[in-house]
C-alpha cells in the first residue's frame, strides 16, 4: 500500500507529539514535516524522534503552505491544536482544499459542521477519537432514540477529569449529556463539573501520577428522586494511545472515501469510521 501522507497540526501540544510519534513508526503514513500551530509559539521546530518539523503560525501560512502542497501535493491534516483555533482551522482546510480528520474539541461545533457540509472537502469531525468510547457512545444514542424519557425524574452527575492543560470542558461529556437530556433528564452541560487539579487527581480519585499529564477519567451518576436506586457509567482512560489508532483509522477512511469517485457526502462521524461505510 502506498503511504498516506499525514500533516499533524497542533505541535508541539502533547497529543499532537503522541500522534507524530506513533505516524514515524507506522508504515502506513508518512509524516509531513510541517506542523500548524498557535501564534503565540516561539520555537521554529520542533524535533520527534529525529524528525525535524517545522511549525507554521497563522501569520506564516500564505507564505509556508505553498511550500508544503509543492513538496507533497496531496496530504489528510489531523487536528489536534486548541478549541479557540478549530474553526479558523477548518476553514483554512476547507478553503485550500485540504481533506482532515478534527480530533480537537471546544469551537462552535454547529458552524464547523455547516462549513464541511457545504464544501467541497471531506472530513471526520468527533468529539472522541476512541473507537470504544465511541461505541459506547452509540449504545447510549440508541438507549435513547429507542427509550425516551427511560430516565425521567432522576438526577444526573457528571463529573470529567482530565489534564491540567485541557482548556475546555470534554465535548464526550457534553455528547453523553445530550443522551440524558433524551432519556428524560433535565441537565445542563454548563453543569459538568471539570477536574483540572492534580493534587486532587492523585488524591481524591486515584489517577495514577504518571498519567496525570494525558488521561480522561469520567463519571455519569443518575440517581432516582425517592433515593431508591442508582445507576453510574465509567470510562477512566490512561494515557492517549487510544486515540491513536483512532485517528489513524480515521485518516484511512477518508483515504478510502477520496478513492471513490462519489464524494456527495462531506461530513463523517467516527461513528462512520466503525461502520466502514
Given at each position: 500500500m502506498e503511504k498516506i501522507n499525514i500533516m499533524i497540526n497542533g505541535l508541539p501540544g502533547n497529543v499532537a507529539q503522541k500522534m507524530a510519534r506513533f505516524a514515524i513508526a507506522d508504515d502506513r503514513f508518512n509524516l509531513v514535516p510541517f506542523s500548524?500551530?498557535?501564534q503565540d509559539i516561539e520555537d521554529d521546530t520542533v524535533t520527534i524522534d529525529?524528525?525535524?518539523i517545522e511549525l507554521v503560525r497563522p501569520d506564516t501560512r500564505d507564505e509556508k503552505i505553498p511550500h508544503v502542497f509543492a513538496l507533497f501535493p496531496f496530504f489528510i491534516c489531523i487536528d489536534y491544536t486548541h478549541p479557540s483555533a478549530v474553526n479558523a482551522?477548518?476553514?483554512?482546510?476547507?478553503?485550500?482544499?485540504?481533506?482532515?480528520?478534527?480530533?480537537?474539541?471546544?469551537?462552535?461545533?454547529?458552524?464547523?459542521?455547516?462549513?464541511?457540509?457545504?464544501?467541497?472537502?471531506?472530513?471526520?469531525?468527533?468529539?472522541?477519537m476512541a473507537k470504544q468510547i465511541v461505541g459506547f457512545q452509540a449504545m447510549m444514542e440508541y438507549a435513547a432514540n429507542t427509550f425516551p424519557g427511560?430516565?425521567?425524574?432522576?438526577?444526573?452527575?457528571?463529573?470529567?477529569?482530565?489534564?491540567?492543560?485541557?482548556?475546555?470542558?470534554?465535548g464526550t461529556a457534553r455528547a453523553m449529556v445530550g443522551y440524558f437530556n433524551k432519556l428524560g433528564i433535565?441537565?445542563?452541560?454548563?453543569?459538568?463539573?471539570?477536574i483540572r487539579d492534580p493534587e486532587v487527581q492523585e488524591k481524591e480519585w486515584g489517577i495514577p501520577k504518571e498519567h496525570l499529564g494525558g488521561?480522561?477519567?469520567?463519571?455519569?451518576?443518575?440517581?432516582?428522586?425517592?433515593?431508591s436506586?442508582?445507576?453510574e457509567f465509567k470510562h477512566n482512560i490512561n494515557g492517549r494511545d487510544i486515540y491513536v489508532n483512532g485517528t489513524f483509522d480515521a485518516v484511512l477512511f477518508l483515504k478510502?472515501?477520496?478513492?471513490?469517485?462519489?464524494?456527495?457526502?462531506?461530513?463523517?462521524?467516527?461513528?462512520?469510521?466503525?461502520?466502514?461505510?
Open positions: 500548524l500551530t498557535g529525529k524528525t525535524v482551522n477548518a476553514l483554512y482546510y476547507v478553503k485550500n482544499k485540504i481533506p482532515f480528520v478534527m480530533g480537537t474539541t471546544g469551537g462552535d461545533r454547529k458552524q464547523l459542521e455547516e462549513l464541511v457540509k457545504n464544501g467541497s472537502t471531506p472530513a471526520v469531525i468527533a468529539p472522541n427511560l430516565f425521567k425524574g432522576y438526577s444526573l452527575q457528571v463529573v470529567e477529569s482530565h489534564q491540567k492543560g485541557k482548556a475546555d470542558t470534554s433535565d441537565f445542563d452541560a454548563d453543569d459538568i463539573q471539570m488521561h480522561g477519567w469520567h463519571t455519569y451518576t443518575l440517581r432516582a428522586e425517592d433515593g436506586a442508582l445507576f478510502q472515501k477520496l478513492d471513490k469517485p462519489d464524494l456527495s457526502q462531506k461530513l463523517y462521524t467516527m461513528i462512520d469510521v466503525l461502520n466502514g461505510k
